[in-house]
Protein backbone atom coordinates (compact mmCIF):
# COMPACT_ATOMS: atom_id res chain seq x y z
CA UNK A 1 0.00 0.00 0.00
CA UNK A 2 0.95 3.55 -1.13
CA UNK A 3 2.14 5.47 2.04
CA UNK A 4 1.27 9.19 1.61
CA UNK A 5 2.63 12.05 4.06
CA UNK A 6 0.43 14.23 6.17
CA UNK A 7 0.50 17.82 6.36
CA UNK A 8 -0.03 20.78 8.53
CA UNK A 9 -1.06 24.21 6.96
CA UNK A 10 -0.51 27.23 8.85
CA UNK A 11 -3.50 29.83 8.57
CA UNK A 12 -2.81 33.23 7.00
CA UNK A 13 -5.59 34.94 8.34
CA UNK A 14 -9.21 34.98 9.34
CA UNK A 15 -12.93 35.93 8.30
CA UNK A 16 -15.02 37.96 9.58
CA UNK A 17 -18.55 37.58 8.80
CA UNK A 18 -22.27 37.91 9.43
CA UNK A 19 -22.52 34.22 9.18
CA UNK A 20 -22.07 32.81 12.53
CA UNK A 21 -23.93 29.55 12.21
CA UNK A 22 -23.69 26.60 9.30
CA UNK A 23 -27.53 27.21 8.28
CA UNK A 24 -26.66 30.97 7.80
CA UNK A 25 -24.51 30.83 5.35
CA UNK A 26 -25.75 30.27 0.72
CA UNK A 27 -25.13 27.88 -0.85
CA UNK A 28 -22.66 29.95 -2.67
CA UNK A 29 -21.18 33.16 -2.71
CA UNK A 30 -22.80 34.11 -5.67
CA UNK A 31 -25.86 33.95 -3.61
CA UNK A 32 -25.22 36.26 -0.86
CA UNK A 33 -25.79 40.19 -0.30
CA UNK A 34 -23.52 39.87 2.65
CA UNK A 35 -20.21 41.45 2.80
CA UNK A 36 -17.24 40.57 5.21
CA UNK A 37 -13.67 40.64 5.37
CA UNK A 38 -10.69 38.91 6.06
CA UNK A 39 -7.89 40.08 8.43
CA UNK A 40 -4.49 38.92 7.24
CA UNK A 41 -1.95 37.90 10.06
CA UNK A 42 0.98 40.87 9.61
CA UNK A 43 3.31 38.66 8.71
CA UNK A 44 1.20 37.69 5.65
CA UNK A 45 -0.36 41.27 4.82
CA UNK A 46 1.88 43.97 3.51
CA UNK A 47 4.58 42.84 0.79
CA UNK A 48 2.20 39.54 0.65
CA UNK A 49 -0.50 41.42 -0.83
CA UNK A 50 0.94 44.80 -2.06
CA UNK A 51 -0.29 43.59 -6.29
CA UNK A 52 -3.84 42.37 -5.63
CA UNK A 53 -5.44 45.67 -5.39
CA UNK A 54 -7.18 46.27 -9.05
CA UNK A 55 -8.28 42.37 -9.26
CA UNK A 56 -11.67 42.19 -8.94
CA UNK A 57 -12.17 38.62 -7.68
CA UNK A 58 -10.12 36.51 -5.55
CA UNK A 59 -10.12 32.50 -4.63
CA UNK A 60 -9.77 31.84 -1.18
CA UNK A 61 -9.13 28.54 -0.09
CA UNK A 62 -10.31 28.00 3.84
CA UNK A 63 -10.76 25.20 6.45
CA UNK A 64 -14.09 24.17 7.14
CA UNK A 65 -13.37 24.50 10.73
CA UNK A 66 -16.50 23.84 12.55
CA UNK A 67 -16.28 20.08 10.66
CA UNK A 68 -12.95 18.84 11.47
CA UNK A 69 -14.23 16.53 13.63
CA UNK A 70 -17.57 15.40 11.27
CA UNK A 71 -17.06 12.21 9.40
CA UNK A 72 -16.83 12.72 5.79
CA UNK A 73 -19.83 10.78 3.14
CA UNK A 74 -18.82 8.92 0.02
CA UNK A 75 -22.68 10.14 -0.62
CA UNK A 76 -24.10 13.34 0.17
CA UNK A 77 -27.35 15.14 -0.76
CA UNK A 78 -26.72 18.35 -2.63
CA UNK A 79 -28.97 21.49 -1.44
CA UNK A 80 -30.63 22.13 -4.66
CA UNK A 81 -33.10 20.51 -5.99
CA UNK A 82 -34.59 19.38 -2.80
CA UNK A 83 -35.81 16.34 -4.59
CA UNK A 84 -32.52 15.28 -5.78
CA UNK A 85 -30.31 11.68 -5.04
CA UNK A 86 -27.23 11.42 -3.11
CA UNK A 87 -24.11 12.18 -5.24
CA UNK A 88 -20.71 11.43 -4.85
CA UNK A 89 -18.83 13.61 -2.57
CA UNK A 90 -16.20 14.93 -4.77
CA UNK A 91 -18.92 15.56 -7.81
CA UNK A 92 -20.20 18.04 -4.80
CA UNK A 93 -19.06 21.02 -3.20
CA UNK A 94 -20.20 19.45 0.67
CA UNK A 95 -18.35 20.58 3.41
CA UNK A 96 -18.13 17.51 4.80
CA UNK A 97 -14.96 16.00 3.06
CA UNK A 98 -12.37 13.78 3.60
CA UNK A 99 -10.34 17.10 4.56
CA UNK A 100 -12.34 20.18 5.65
CA UNK A 101 -10.91 22.59 2.69
CA UNK A 102 -13.31 24.88 0.93
CA UNK A 103 -12.89 26.95 -1.96
CA UNK A 104 -14.52 30.33 -2.68
CA UNK A 105 -14.77 32.99 -5.42
CA UNK A 106 -15.47 36.32 -3.83
CA UNK A 107 -15.14 39.97 -4.95
CA UNK A 108 -12.82 41.80 -3.72
CA UNK A 109 -13.86 45.18 -2.73
CA UNK A 110 -10.86 47.03 -1.20
CA UNK A 111 -7.52 46.28 0.76
CA UNK A 112 -7.40 48.59 4.34
CA UNK A 113 -4.17 47.87 5.40
CA UNK A 114 -3.77 44.26 6.16
CA UNK A 115 -7.64 43.84 5.82
CA UNK A 116 -9.47 42.56 2.47
CA UNK A 117 -12.77 43.89 1.92
CA UNK A 118 -15.18 41.50 0.63
CA UNK A 119 -18.72 41.26 -0.85
CA UNK A 120 -20.77 38.32 -1.98
CA UNK A 121 -19.18 36.00 0.98
CA UNK A 122 -19.92 32.52 1.77
CA UNK A 123 -17.87 31.70 4.76
CA UNK A 124 -18.69 31.80 8.41
CA UNK A 125 -17.31 34.18 10.95
CA UNK A 126 -14.06 33.12 12.84
CA UNK A 127 -12.89 30.93 9.17
CA UNK A 128 -9.60 29.70 8.84
CA UNK A 129 -7.78 31.01 5.86
CA UNK A 130 -5.16 29.21 4.12
CA UNK A 131 -4.46 30.57 0.81
CA UNK A 132 -5.45 33.53 -1.41
CA UNK A 133 -5.61 33.61 -5.60
CA UNK A 134 -6.38 36.15 -7.96
CA UNK A 135 -9.02 34.84 -9.89
CA UNK A 136 -7.67 35.06 -13.68
CA UNK A 137 -11.08 35.01 -16.35
CA UNK A 138 -8.99 33.83 -19.24
CA UNK A 139 -8.00 30.47 -16.85
CA UNK A 140 -10.36 30.15 -14.70
CA UNK A 141 -13.70 30.99 -16.84
CA UNK A 142 -15.06 27.69 -19.05
CA UNK A 143 -18.61 28.34 -19.12
CA UNK A 144 -18.86 25.74 -22.02
CA UNK A 145 -17.76 23.41 -20.20
CA UNK A 146 -19.53 20.14 -19.28
CA UNK A 147 -20.95 20.17 -15.54
CA UNK A 148 -22.20 16.23 -15.28
CA UNK A 149 -24.99 15.74 -12.99
CA UNK A 150 -25.83 18.98 -12.80
CA UNK A 151 -26.99 19.30 -16.22
CA UNK A 152 -30.36 17.49 -14.81
CA UNK A 153 -30.96 20.07 -12.62
CA UNK A 154 -33.46 22.66 -14.52
CA UNK A 155 -31.77 25.98 -14.99
CA UNK A 156 -36.17 27.31 -15.13
CA UNK A 157 -36.60 30.85 -13.73
CA UNK A 158 -39.90 29.76 -12.50
CA UNK A 159 -38.56 27.54 -9.89
CA UNK A 160 -37.48 30.98 -8.35
CA UNK A 161 -40.22 32.12 -5.93
CA UNK A 162 -40.72 35.70 -6.56
CA UNK A 163 -40.45 37.57 -2.59
CA UNK A 164 -42.14 40.54 -1.36
CA UNK A 165 -41.20 42.44 1.94
CA UNK A 166 -43.84 43.88 3.72
CA UNK A 167 -42.73 47.41 4.90
CA UNK A 168 -42.70 46.12 8.83
CA UNK A 169 -40.81 43.03 7.92
CA UNK A 170 -38.19 46.08 6.23
CA UNK A 171 -38.32 48.38 9.22
CA UNK A 172 -37.75 45.72 11.36
CA UNK A 173 -35.16 44.34 9.64
CA UNK A 174 -32.98 47.20 9.41
CA UNK A 175 -33.18 48.31 12.85
CA UNK A 176 -31.73 44.47 13.83
CA UNK A 177 -29.16 45.37 11.24
CA UNK A 178 -28.47 49.10 12.70
CA UNK A 179 -27.86 46.96 16.15
CA UNK A 180 -24.80 45.10 14.34
CA UNK A 181 -26.78 41.83 14.65
CA UNK A 182 -27.89 39.61 11.95
CA UNK A 183 -29.01 40.63 8.41
CA UNK A 184 -32.48 39.17 8.52
CA UNK A 185 -33.60 40.51 5.21
CA UNK A 186 -30.79 38.58 3.67
CA UNK A 187 -31.02 36.07 4.97
CA UNK A 188 -34.91 35.67 4.40
CA UNK A 189 -33.75 36.02 0.57
CA UNK A 190 -31.44 33.64 -0.04
CA UNK A 191 -33.52 30.45 2.45
CA UNK A 192 -36.79 31.44 0.47
CA UNK A 193 -35.87 31.97 -3.07
CA UNK A 194 -35.46 28.40 -3.32
CA UNK A 195 -37.48 25.72 -2.28
CA UNK A 196 -38.90 27.25 0.30
CA UNK A 197 -40.65 24.93 2.19
CA UNK A 198 -38.34 22.31 2.22
CA UNK A 199 -38.54 21.59 6.57
CA UNK A 200 -35.84 18.56 5.58
CA UNK A 201 -32.89 21.21 4.81
CA UNK A 202 -34.49 24.92 5.84
CA UNK A 203 -35.42 25.77 9.35
CA UNK A 204 -39.11 26.12 8.59
CA UNK A 205 -42.36 25.22 9.71
CA UNK A 206 -45.84 26.06 9.13
CA UNK A 207 -47.97 27.95 11.74
CA UNK A 208 -51.34 27.91 9.84
CA UNK A 209 -52.93 27.03 7.19
CA UNK A 210 -51.76 30.79 5.75
CA UNK A 211 -48.35 31.38 7.70
CA UNK A 212 -44.85 29.36 7.86
CA UNK A 213 -41.93 31.02 10.31
CA UNK A 214 -38.38 30.69 9.13
CA UNK A 215 -35.63 30.40 11.98
CA UNK A 216 -32.42 32.08 11.76
CA UNK A 217 -30.24 32.40 15.69
CA UNK A 218 -33.07 33.72 18.19
CA UNK A 219 -35.44 35.17 15.62
CA UNK A 220 -38.18 34.09 13.67
CA UNK A 221 -39.45 35.03 9.86
CA UNK A 222 -43.12 34.93 9.97
CA UNK A 223 -43.65 34.77 5.85
CA UNK A 224 -46.83 33.85 3.72
CA UNK A 225 -46.65 31.64 0.69
CA UNK A 226 -48.69 31.51 -2.21
CA UNK A 227 -48.27 28.07 -3.97
CA UNK A 228 -50.10 28.96 -7.26
CA UNK A 229 -48.48 32.22 -8.08
CA UNK A 230 -45.03 30.89 -6.98
CA UNK A 231 -44.35 33.62 -4.41
CA UNK A 232 -43.98 34.76 -1.26
CA UNK A 233 -45.04 37.36 1.42
CA UNK A 234 -42.35 38.24 4.11
CA UNK A 235 -44.56 39.98 6.65
CA UNK A 236 -42.57 40.65 9.95
CA UNK A 237 -39.94 39.42 12.42
CA UNK A 238 -40.84 38.09 15.94
CA UNK A 239 -38.89 37.67 19.05
CA UNK A 240 -37.86 33.48 19.76
CA UNK A 241 -37.98 34.98 23.84
CA UNK A 242 -40.74 34.20 25.88
CA UNK A 243 -41.44 37.27 28.37
CA UNK A 244 -40.22 34.93 31.02
CA UNK A 245 -36.72 34.65 29.23
CA UNK A 246 -36.78 38.46 28.42
CA UNK A 247 -36.91 39.15 32.18
CA UNK A 248 -34.37 41.24 33.80
CA UNK A 249 -32.44 38.80 35.44
CA UNK A 250 -33.36 35.94 33.21
CA UNK A 251 -29.59 33.90 31.89
CA UNK A 252 -28.08 35.86 28.67
CA UNK A 253 -26.55 32.24 26.64
CA UNK A 254 -26.27 34.60 23.33
CA UNK A 255 -25.71 38.32 24.59
CA UNK A 256 -28.85 39.10 22.63
CA UNK A 257 -31.73 39.81 25.40
CA UNK A 258 -31.18 43.28 25.60
CA UNK A 259 -31.83 43.98 21.64
CA UNK A 260 -34.80 42.02 22.10
CA UNK A 261 -36.33 44.03 24.70
CA UNK A 262 -35.97 46.97 22.80
CA UNK A 263 -37.36 45.05 19.76
CA UNK A 264 -40.29 44.15 21.92
CA UNK A 265 -40.91 47.95 22.98
CA UNK A 266 -39.71 50.14 19.86
CA UNK A 267 -40.38 48.59 16.94
CA UNK A 268 -42.13 45.01 17.45
CA UNK A 269 -45.60 46.31 15.19
CA UNK A 270 -44.85 49.74 14.41
Keep these: MMSMDKWEFQPIGVVHSAHRYRFETPRQGVFSASGGEIELFSEFAGDAIADLAGFERIWVIFCFHLNQHRNWKPKVRPPFPASGHCRSVFATRSPYRVNPIGLSCVELAGISGNRLLLRHIDMLDGTPVLDIKPYIPEADAFPDSAVGWRSEVP ?38 AHEPLDASRKRVRQIDE ?17 MAARSINVLEIVSNYTDDELLADAEDRYGDKELHRKFNREIKNI
Design 155 to 192: EDPDLKWQLEFSPLFTRQAEFILRAGAVDLANFAGVQL
Design 210 to 226: ERWQLNCRTWKIIFAPD
